[in-house]
């Protein structure tokens, strides 16, 4: 009972009647004159909960859960009744049993919708919440009467399904046989590849401002076969000729520094202040950025297992599992230490060889290979190989031309080739499965390249029939549920 009602109580010259019709405007909607718990003028909703109910999911059978989980939100002040967590998309909400709970053996009747006539709620009563529905609550003296409104909700997307948007879909000359993409603050770079015979001929750098809508041609700096691209700290780096620049505007160019194709084979990006590149011994290599023009390569830490000792000196000893081709760095955040972060390199490796002879393995089983560490300023941290569970016949990433692979909401997409063939890895790359989520409905074309934003997914793809890319942004349903 409210201090207000209990204040207003004390005065004896106050008509119960008076008292009554005074204090259902607040909380309790009541005027207790304390005689008994079976004569009490208390009329209120103390507690609801959901029985169980029936979904009927688009694409698949019915089936029933229990929703007394669902917590019902009771705002006394404003007479409502609501559950804040909705139910599971597609339940019934025209058969919902409730069991309530009052004050003092209330009853509570439901007002009648639709020609229906009102009806007592007893426990499991079955209640039509397709519409709000009126509670009315009367004190067990029969003497107060108050209103609820009681909403019960159901989620009207199923929050595991991708919603997509075409953002650009446009006849190019070139053919997009193979792409890279990433963003660079708000700024989506893409580099294509022209291809003859699975070489390389020729590259082109392209960015969009309006996330995939428009594109422009990177200018300032020259783009040939060679060219290799990556970002570090907000900055977009292109390797060409020989030469090293980097941008923040995407209008003006840092001077250019030498980049010794004898020493760096794959220029891959960098983080903290640190370029990282593969040598060409296929041994990942880093340098610091530095202001004269000039880069310290020098080959970063393995973990010891890739380590011989010889001569009293430990030398890195090159493994089939060393990356070798279609590189994809990737670097996020840890989530325990927002200052410490993971990298990954997800690349193909030179040899076809099975790295783990089991017997039971199909011997078809060539895999992609996966190498993380963490970069923590302070304390050095080595690369280290994520290895393939011997008995992990099924959930690895396969070698696949032209491998693809960025970090999305935590986790690790890869594309495979074809239209519709994604991996995703919810361990840091340890396993792998086919990527569960549903393709653009207008998507025809082949992915080339993938990138990750706010929560967004895009997909570029090329039609080679039409001759036309595709740009396409989604996103998961329960990603954007506030």
Request: aromatic share 10%.
């Given at each position: 009972?409210?201090?207000?009602?209990?204040?207003?109580m004390?005065?004896?010259?106050?008509?119960?009647?008076?008292?009554?019709?005074?204090?259902c405007?607040?909380?309790?909607?009541?005027?207790?004159?304390?005689?008994?718990a079976?004569?009490?003028?208390?009329?209120?909703i103390v507690?609801m909960?959901?029985?169980?109910?029936?979904?009927?999911?688009?694409?698949?059978s019915?089936?029933?859960?229990?929703?007394?989980?669902?917590?019902?939100?009771?705002?006394?002040?404003?007479s409502?009744?609501?559950?804040?967590?909705?139910?599971?998309?597609?339940?019934?909400?025209?058969?919902?049993?409730?069991?309530?709970?009052?004050?003092?053996?209330?009853?509570?009747?439901?007002?009648?919708?639709?020609?229906?006539?009102?009806?007592?709620?007893?426990?499991?009563?079955?209640?039509?919440?397709?519409?709000?529905?009126?509670?009315?609550?009367?004190?067990?003296?029969?003497?107060?009467?108050?209103?609820?409104?009681?909403?019960?909700?159901?989620?009207?997307?199923?929050?595991?399904?991708?919603?997509?948007?075409?953002m650009?879909?446009?006849?190019?000359t070139?053919?997009?046989?193979?792409?890279?993409?990433?963003?660079?603050?708000?700024?989506?770079?893409?580099?294509?590849?022209?291809?003859?015979?699975?070489?390389?001929?020729g590259?082109?750098?392209?960015?969009?401002?309006?996330?995939?809508?428009?594109?422009?041609?990177?200018?300032?700096?020259?783009?040939?076969?060679?060219?290799?691209?990556?970002e570090m700290?907000?900055?977009?780096?292109?390797?060409?000729?020989?030469?090293?620049?980097?941008?923040?505007?995407?209008?003006?160019?840092?001077?250019p520094?030498?980049?010794?194709?004898t020493?760096v084979?794959?220029?891959l990006?960098?983080?903290?202040?640190?370029?990282?590149a593969?040598n060409?011994?296929?041994?990942?290599?880093?340098?610091?950025?530095?202001?004269?023009g000039?880069?310290?390569?020098k080959?970063?830490?393995?973990?010891?297992?890739?380590?011989?000792?010889?001569?009293?000196?430990k030398?890195?000893?090159?493994?089939?599992?060393?990356?070798?081709?279609?590189?994809?760095?990737?670097?996020?955040p840890?989530?325990?230490n927002?200052?410490?972060?993971?990298?990954?390199?997800?690349a193909?490796?030179?040899?076809?060889?099975?790295v783990?002879?089991?017997?039971?393995?199909?011997?078809?089983?060539?895999?992609?290979?996966?190498?993380?560490?963490?970069?923590?300023?302070?304390?050095?941290?080595?690369?280290?190989?994520?290895?393939?569970?011997?008995?992990?016949?099924?959930?690895y990433?396969?070698?696949v031309n032209?491998?693809?692979?960025?970090?999305?909401?935590?986790?690790?997409?890869?594309?495979?080739?074809?239209v519709?063939?994604?991996y995703?890895?919810?361990?840091?790359?340890?396993?792998w499965?086919?990527?569960?989520?549903?393709?653009?409905?207008?998507?025809?074309?082949?992915?080339?390249?993938?990138?990750?934003?706010?929560k967004?997914?895009?997909?570029?793809?090329?039609?080679?029939?039409?001759?036309?890319?595709?740009?396409?942004?989604g996103?998961?349903?329960?990603?954007?549920w506030k």
């Open positions: 009972m409210s201090k207000i009602t209990r204040y207003l004390s005065f004896k010259t106050l008509t119960i009647a008076a008292l009554a019709a005074f204090v405007g607040f909380s309790s909607c009541s005027t207790d004159d304390d005689t008994s079976l004569n009490s003028d208390i009329a209120e507690g909960t959901l029985g169980t109910v029936t979904c009927n999911p688009a694409n698949a019915s089936y029933t859960y229990s929703a007394s989980g669902y917590k019902m939100t009771i705002n006394a002040d404003n409502l009744i609501y559950n804040a967590d909705s139910l599971v998309m597609g339940t019934d909400l025209k058969s919902v049993p409730v069991t309530l709970t009052t004050t003092n053996y209330g009853s509570v009747k439901v007002q009648g919708i639709n020609g229906e006539e009102s009806y007592f709620i007893e426990t499991g009563t079955i209640v039509d919440f397709t519409q709000p529905r009126v509670f009315t609550v009367t004190s067990s003296s029969g003497k107060v009467s108050c209103d609820y409104t009681v909403k019960v909700v159901a989620h009207q997307q199923s929050g595991t399904q991708y919603r997509w948007t075409c650009s879909d446009e006849a190019i070139v053919p997009l046989q193979d792409a890279k993409a990433f963003f660079v603050g708000n700024r989506l770079v893409a580099m294509q590849s022209e291809m003859s015979a699975g070489t390389v001929t590259r082109l750098v392209k960015y969009s401002e309006d996330f995939g809508k428009t594109w422009k041609t990177l200018s300032g700096v020259a783009v040939d076969a060679s060219t290799q691209i990556g700290d907000g900055k977009l780096y292109v390797a060409t000729a020989g030469q090293l620049y980097h941008t923040s505007d995407f209008a003006s160019w840092s001077a520094a030498a980049l010794d194709a020493i084979k794959e220029f990006g960098g983080v903290n202040g640190t370029l990282y593969v060409i011994n296929d041994e990942i290599i880093i340098s610091p950025e530095l202001n004269n000039t880069y310290t390569w080959t970063d830490q393995y973990e010891a297992a890739f380590y011989k000792e010889v001569g009293g000196t030398v890195l000893q090159k493994t089939d599992v060393f990356p070798y081709k279609d590189y994809n760095f990737i670097v996020t840890t989530r325990a927002s200052e410490v972060k993971q990298a990954f390199i997800i193909n490796k030179q040899s076809d060889k099975v783990n002879e089991d017997p039971k393995r199909n011997q078809n089983f060539v895999t992609a290979v996966v190498w993380s560490k963490l970069i923590d300023p302070t304390e050095a941290q080595p690369w280290g190989y994520v290895d393939i569970a011997w008995n992990n016949h099924y959930y990433l396969p070698k032209g491998l693809k692979a960025i970090m999305h909401n935590n986790v690790l997409i890869a594309k495979g080739e074809g519709s063939k994604l995703s890895s919810v361990d840091q790359g340890a396993t499965k086919s990527a569960q989520l549903t393709y653009p409905e207008g998507l025809s074309a082949n992915i080339v390249a993938l990138a990750s934003k706010d967004m997914l895009y997909l570029i793809g090329y039609n080679t029939t039409t001759m036309k890319r595709q740009v396409w942004r996103y998961l349903e329960k990603d954007m």
